[in-house]
């Protein structure tokens, strides 16, 4: 399985709605507070890279984008 593939299915884990990029191979998600250290180690494992976080006041949920640090050959 490519990177990109196992990173999606990651991020489905903690999130029922996850925004992707087939072109970029770029990641768009929105996960409890508590889960976005787990889902960023992961996902840096898999050669990931944070790029965008968003916090509501009233909300507990992280608004994140990922971005692929590879090659597209490489997904």
Do not use: Q, W
């Amino acid at each position: 399985m490519k990177a990109y593939e196992k990173a999606l299915k990651l991020c489905e884990e903690y999130t029922d709605c996850v925004l992707y990029d087939d072109t970029r191979r770029s990641i768009v998600i929105n996960v409890g507070t508590t889960y976005l250290d787990v889902v960023e180690l992961e996902l840096t494992k898999l050669g990931y890279k944070l790029i965008f976080t968003n916090k509501f006041n009233n909300d507990n949920t992280v608004t994140c984008t990922f971005s692929y640090d590879h090659t597209p050959s490489e997904c």
